[in-house]
């Protein structure tokens, strides 16, 4: 029986809804909810800095590990494997916005990190489960980022504003401009920026390139504002509660 309930979890995939699956979320959310509530009742202002540096750290120097790992020890690929994918991107960057905490960093990368980690987490695409590395990379990178910029909002009371929508849609923009360019300079499909990749995914129904890269970048504006929308409503709820 003992068996049974350990195969149940360590297992070669991960499926949605699985306890490989599950089990991250769940932990992430009871652990950011108590961090949150633990450090706004109990922490000065700079413990509350200490802790948001740490937490920047720790996500960015594991997502240095495990490529320092696979170049080390794998056979790394700088045409696939390189840390460009957005994800990657942020875990590595974000020591930086923890540090300085800049209003319009937070501007751009709240909607990168709900909007880019979200689906990320409802529909994981891990190669191996429990207990390998990239497992263990996968949820500490999209989960971490997600109890920062939460921890950011709740703590530091940042929020954004319909500009800030604009603002972080065109950053992202630019960003893909400079990884169009590093695309053609290693001949490499990071964004798949320059062919849908073999496997079936949303992009089939946007036609072929450059149409389903088109389509792509004009999806995230609903999606952007989609993010918007909470912090929004939020705002008016307290305006209406103020009166």
């Not at 400079?178 to 990071?190: H, K, S």
Request: glycine letters at 4%; one cysteine or more; proline letters at 5%.
């Amino acid at each position: 029986m003992m068996c049974l309930r350990l195969c149940a979890i360590v297992s070669n995939t991960v499926t949605i809804g699985s306890l490989q699956h599950m089990l991250p979320i769940l932990f992430a959310f009871i652990f950011g909810t108590i961090l949150i509530k633990y450090s706004k009742r109990n922490l000065s202002n700079s413990q509350q800095v200490n802790i948001l540096i740490g937490l920047g750290w720790f996500v960015s120097l594991f997502i240095i590990s495990f490529h320092a790992y696979r170049m080390l020890f794998e056979n790394y690929n700088f045409k696939t494997d390189l840390p460009l994918f957005l994800c990657s991107l942020l875990a590595l960057i974000i020591p930086i916005f923890t540090h300085y905490r800049k209003y319009w960093m937070f501007e751009i990368l709240v909607f990168w990190i709900i909007g880019g980690t979200l689906q990320a987490v409802i529909t994981p695409d891990i190669p191996e489960g429990l207990p390998s590395f990239d497992y263990f990379r996968y949820w500490i990178v999209h989960l971490g980022l997600l109890v920062i910029i939460f921890y950011v909002v709740f703590i530091f009371n940042m929020k954004p504003t319909l500009r800030s929508v604009l603002k972080s849609f065109l950053a992202f923009h630019v960003y893909l401009a400079i990884v169009a360019v590093l695309n053609y300079v290693l001949d490499a499909n990071y964004f798949y920026l320059m062919e849908k990749p073999q496997s079936a995914t949303i992009m089939d129904h946007f036609g072929e390139w450059p149409y389903y890269v088109i389509a792509g970048q004009l999806v995230l504006i609903p999606l952007f504002l989609l993010v918007y929308l909470p912090f929004y409503l939020s705002s008016k709820f307290k305006k209406s509660f103020s009166k």
